[in-house]
């Protein structure tokens, strides 16, 4: 039986299959650096913590697939505790870095293969996951095979093809989704849907600029630094756009958020 040590240097799942592609460097501090409350990170947590509660409150088993430097898990099992958790990822520099969240499992799998999860989750997260991979839909329908019965997922995405640009690539975007094209994947990956969402529509002009705007591979990897005052009104804006979403959800945005359960 595997033992789950709360150290780094425990022996961890490395299937020969796993990814040696990295993030660089500068990027994974980077990562680092936004859990300190910026308002990307910030409104990530909070929409995710509010599509759980419209799910199974039940859930008691969780695993962040695509984890990261491990923050984003860390700040929701804050908000949605669960009794066993697992944080994911390809990488191993940054599951070194998720390693040191507290009372978590850690396992490197290459997503884009026929992985195996080391147990079944009853919830799943994958935060800006799938546009990495080249075929979502084998991910979505392996990964729905594997969770417990009435399993659900939320899922983040960037949003609106038409604002794919140098950013995306240099980021290894294979694609941006529609709503439309999220739920044909979604539901045709053996999941339906509870609630699908448009958000940070207020930056979709930001997206704009962005999309004419020729970028560096170095630049992409960065968060734009914004000043206190406005990262504030920012981060209260996510929350505004979630209360207005309940009433009518937003046309558009820069990214999508879905929470789907197993069929």
């Not at 040590?5 to 796993?18: D, F, I, K, T």
């Not at 978590?104 to 026929?114: N, Y």
């Not at 294979?174 to 044909?184: D, E, G, H, N, W």
Request: glycine residues 6%; charged residues 20%; contains cysteine.
């Amino acid at each position: 039986m595997e033992e789950h040590l709360p150290s780094y240097e425990r022996p961890m799942n490395y299937p020969a299959s796993a990814q040696s592609n990295r993030l660089p460097q500068s990027h994974i501090e980077a990562l680092k650096t936004i859990e300190n409350g910026y308002w990307w990170f910030e409104g990530r947590v909070f929409w995710a913590t509010q599509m759980a509660g419209l799910g199974n409150i039940s859930h008691t088993d969780y695993m962040d697939i695509g984890c990261g430097t491990g923050g984003f898990a860390k700040s929701f099992l804050k908000n949605v505790p669960a009794s066993r958790a697992a944080l994911i990822d390809g990488d191993e520099a940054l599951l070194k870095i998720a390693s040191l969240v507290p009372n978590v499992e850690i396992h490197r799998l290459d997503l884009s293969t026929d992985f195996m999860l080391p147990w079944s989750p009853s919830l799943v997260t994958c935060m800006d996951v799938i546009e990495h991979l080249p075929d979502d839909s084998h991910f979505l329908t392996r990964l729905g095979k594997q969770m417990k019965p009435k399993g659900e997922v939320i899922l983040s995405v960037p949003a609106l093809p038409w604002l794919f640009s140098d950013w995306d690539r240099h980021l290894g975007h294979f694609r941006r989704y529609t709503a439309k094209s999220l739920l044909k994947t979604v539901t045709e990956s053996g999941f339906e849907m509870v609630r699908l969402s448009y958000f940070w529509s207020f930056l979709t002009p930001i997206g704009i600029f962005r999309k004419f705007r020729k970028t560096k591979a170095e630049n992409a990897m960065e968060f734009e630094p914004v000043m206190a005052p406005t990262n504030a009104l920012l981060k209260q804006f996510s929350k505004m756009e979630w209360q207005m979403s309940k009433v009518i959800s937003p046309p558009f945005g820069t990214s999508l958020m879905v929470l789907a359960r197993k069929i």
